[in-house]
């Protein structure tokens, strides 16, 4: 019974073996068959052949993993390069914000010293150290004081006009009040000295601001307009004749009795004040009027 079940099972398995010992020849006759001029092994060709589509879309995808990695570093190089550009825009803005600071000095610096030479007055360049808290800024400290010839009463300038005055005075230091103060004044002609009757005082007024001031007493007989410069007179006993002013920018034309209302535009930037120049002047004593007339005398010869 074994030995018919053995023989039966052989029968059943024999194709398959025939089919095992063909595919294993085919195998082998593929292995060793060449192309028609004997170079190559067919085999090596047939798996060069399906393979090839699946190596060049390993390659792409090789080749754009590698360029996406690449595109990262370079985004980062850009980024840190940008970076670098920034940081020297900004200190190359630095480096021109001081360069123009220090042109805007030696222009005042140089104003202040045309100032001394075009006048007999000698001066004493002081810088602006400290301001008045109040809204108007009305005064400023100077570094210079009384051990630099500085005394009460002083005329302090700019090269574009006057500032104001020294009005208390310490051996290192001096406080000056601004021509904006309500509390200062100086006497003050429209147009040129010696030629114009426009005379008055300016002065400054508290809702008016820091930059402008008033000029009162002027009369409304005189020829006053717009842009017309005013100059100082001498006749306040504090600054001496010829400086400047400022500039007219409003008039309200007066009459025959009533005065202009006229207001200035300091020449001198008030509000960015950092070099100034006190000047040593002194006016010069009034003589003192005779006790009598001339006539009196005559009359009792």
């Known amino acids: 019974m074994a030995s018919v079940r053995t023989q039966k099972e052989i029968r059943q398995r024999a194709p398959l073996w025939l089919i095992s010992l063909l595919i294993i020849n085919m195998v082998v006759m593929a292995v060793d068959a060449r192309d028609a001029d004997g170079q190559q092994k067919l085999l090596r060709i047939w798996t060069q052949t399906f393979a090839s589509p699946l190596q060049n879309a390993s390659s792409k995808a090789s080749g754009a993993t590698s360029g996406f990695f690449q595109q990262i570093w370079n985004f980062r190089g850009t980024a840190q390069e940008n970076e670098q550009l920034k940081q020297r825009l900004a200190a190359l803005e630095t480096e021109l914000n001081n360069a123009?600071?220090?042109?805007?000095?030696?222009?005042?610096?140089?104003?202040?010293?045309?100032?001394?030479?075009?006048?007999?007055?000698?001066?004493?360049?002081?810088r602006v150290i400290a301001r008045d808290p109040s809204v108007w800024f009305n005064t400023i400290t100077i570094n210079r004081g009384s051990t630099a010839g500085i005394a009460v009463n002083m005329p302090v300038v700019t090269g574009g006009g006057?500032?104001?005055?020294?009005?208390?005075?310490?051996?290192?230091?001096?406080?000056?009040?601004?021509?904006?103060?309500?509390?200062?004044?100086?006497?003050?002609?429209?147009?040129?000295?010696?030629?114009?009757?426009?005379?008055?005082?300016?002065?400054?007024?508290?809702?008016l601001g820091v930059g402008v001031i008033e000029m009162r007493y002027v009369s409304g007989l005189e020829k006053v307009e717009v842009n017309d410069s005013v100059m100082t007179t001498g006749q306040d006993g504090i600054y001496p004749p010829g400086l400047n002013v400022g500039r007219v920018v409003e008039v309200k034309n007066g009459t025959a009795t009533q005065a202009h209302?006229?207001?200035?535009?300091?020449?001198?930037q008030l509000d960015h004040l950092e070099e100034v120049a006190v000047l040593l002047y002194r006016p010069p004593q009034r003589t003192a009027p005779q006790e009598t007339l001339p006539n009196v005398e005559k009359a009792g010869k």
């Open 100 to 126: 123009r600071k220090a042109e805007a000095e030696n222009e005042r610096l140089r104003q202040l010293l045309s100032l001394n030479e075009q006048s007999d007055i000698k001066s004493v360049p002081a």
């Open 162 to 207: 006057i500032v104001g005055r020294v009005i208390t005075v310490s051996p290192f230091a001096a406080q000056v009040m601004l021509i904006t103060d309500e509390k200062a004044g100086a006497g003050a002609v429209v147009g040129q000295l010696n030629q114009s009757g426009a005379l008055g005082s300016v002065r400054g007024r508290a809702d």
């Open 261 to 268: 209302q006229i207001l200035i535009q300091p020449g001198a």
